[in-house]
């Protein structure tokens, strides 16, 4: 794809690598639509971007308030050129029998029901541009299992195929891919990482290779198992 202004849709980024690459992608000039439940941060990135940047308070896990979101962004901002399914959400380690019922099912519904959700209402217009890359975020946790994770490894391994099998549905000229950015300092890392997640890069420093890498993705990158640089 070439380096073009893109407008880039992305979820999660009150906070995390999700707010570090809707930073990036504007300090770059693009124009990103982001999403996250958390109001306070929400309306933070707002000020802080500005328009045409759009930062919206959504739950990803509403198929209806994506739904919402979509078609407010689609129609004042077109369709994304890159969606970025970033949002995410892990369980308190622990074993998978000790699990909480609901607690297992809130991972669930964000991290895989969540994706799709995204995909359902904003692919469309995407196919009708002819054009666009969607990276759904996987992990290390997604091509590999630990111990106390597995309702997160789960939704991850469901990313990866579900990014494989979406692949071969799209026309020529667009992408869907699985990514695992890595390990990074993030609220995620400290929570099932602990105090040695302070050892691991800041989302900032992230972002400044992995914004570039994310725009260099094309159709050549359909299908495929993306790994952060
Ligand atoms: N950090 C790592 O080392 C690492 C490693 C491998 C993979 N990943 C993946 O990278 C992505 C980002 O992770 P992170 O480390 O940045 O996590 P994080 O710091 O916990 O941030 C997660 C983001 O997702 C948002 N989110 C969670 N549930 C949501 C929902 N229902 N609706 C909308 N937004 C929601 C959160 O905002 P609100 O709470 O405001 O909604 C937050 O902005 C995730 O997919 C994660 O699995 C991270």
């Known amino acids: 794809m070439k380096e073009y202004k893109r407008v880039v849709a992305i979820t999660g980024v009150s906070r995390g690598l999700g707010r ?3 930073e990036e992608f504007a300090r770059l000039g693009h124009v990103v639509l982001g999403c996250g439940r958390s109001k306070r941060e929400i309306e933070e990135l707002q000020k802080e971007l500005g328009a045409p ?3 919206a308070i959504v739950d990803v896990a509403s198929d209806e308030e994506v739904r919402r979101w979509a078609e407010r962004v ?5 369709a994304p050129q890159l969606l970025l399914n970033n949002a995410a959400m892990i369980n308190r380690n622990a074993r998978l029998w000790e699990v909480p019922a609901a607690e297992f099912s809130q ?4 991290n895989v029901k969540g994706v799709v959700n995204v ?3 904003f692919v469309p217009a995407m196919l009708k541009a002819k054009e666009g890359v969607i990276v759904n975020f996987s992990s290390g946790w997604g091509r590999s299992t630990d111990a106390e994770v597995a309702p997160y490894c789960a939704t991850k391994w469901a990313i990866e195929g579900l990014s494989q099998a979406m692949a071969q549905e ?3 000229g667009m992408a869907a891919a699985a990514l ?10 400290q929570s099932c990482f602990g105090k040695s997640a302070s050892s691991y890069i800041t989302p900032e420093r992230w972002a400044k290779t992995a914004v570039p890498y994310l725009l ?13 640089p």
Do not use: C, E, W, Y
């Open 20 to 22: 570090a690459m809707a």
């Open 53 to 55: 940047h759009d930062f």
């Open 74 to 78: 689609l129609k004042t901002h077109g």
């Open 107 to 110: 991972v669930i519904d964000v």
């Open 119 to 121: 995909i359902r209402h």
């Open 170 to 172: 799209l026309p020529a």
């Open 180 to 189: 695992n950015p890595g390990v990074i300092n993030t609220g995620m890392l």
């Open 216 to 228: 260099r993705l094309g159709p050549a990158d359909n299908g495929s198992q993306l790994t952060a």
